[in-house]
């Protein structure tokens, strides 16, 4: 998937001409970015939750944006609406789960690797209290 799956005016301007846009995020990972760090401690939204909350794009358009430029703000707290942890950040997303007191279900026997879920009826924040501002 490409940046080409953002919405329209989600993706950077390629002009050759004005090369100062070349590193300029994309507005609509932005907005992304924005809804991922208003998710108070200790509570998560997902991918497709966030993309209601923006009423554009979907979970997959979240999830590439998170995949893209989401290093700099809580990735963690975006996840999947199962609760399983994102391959390969199963360790460092448990260090903030585990810091930030997120609910979460102890993994049985047989479940892979033993790792919990996250328990997505008791962490899952539904937006309220909106911070004042936020489009």
């Not at 799956?5 to 993706?11: A, F, I, V």
């Not at 760090?37 to 939204?45: A, H, N, Q, T, Y």
């Not at 209601?52 to 290093?71: K, N, T």
């Not at 789960?97 to 790792?115: D, F, I, N, Q, V």
Request: hydrophobic share 35%; no cysteine; charged share 30%.
């Amino acid at each position: 998937m490409s940046e080409e799956s953002l919405p329209d005016h989600g993706r950077p301007p390629y002009d050759d001409a004005r090369p100062e846009y070349a590193d300029a995020l994309p507005e609509y990972a932005e907005r992304v970015l924005e809804v991922a760090e208003l998710i108070p401690s200790g509570r998560v939204m997902t991918y497709g939750d966030v993309a209601e909350w923006l009423e554009e794009g979907g979970p997959r358009q979240v999830g590439r944006v998170m995949a893209l430029y989401g290093g700099a703000v809580p990735w963690w707290r975006v996840v999947r609406s199962d609760g399983v942890l994102l391959p390969g950040h199963e360790l460092r997303a448990m260090e903030h789960y585990r810091a930030e007191g997120t609910p979460l279900k102890e993994a049985s026997r047989a479940a892979e690797g033993h790792l919990p879920r996250l328990d997505m009826k008791r962490a899952r924040w539904d937006g309220g209290g909106r911070a004042q501002g936020h489009t």
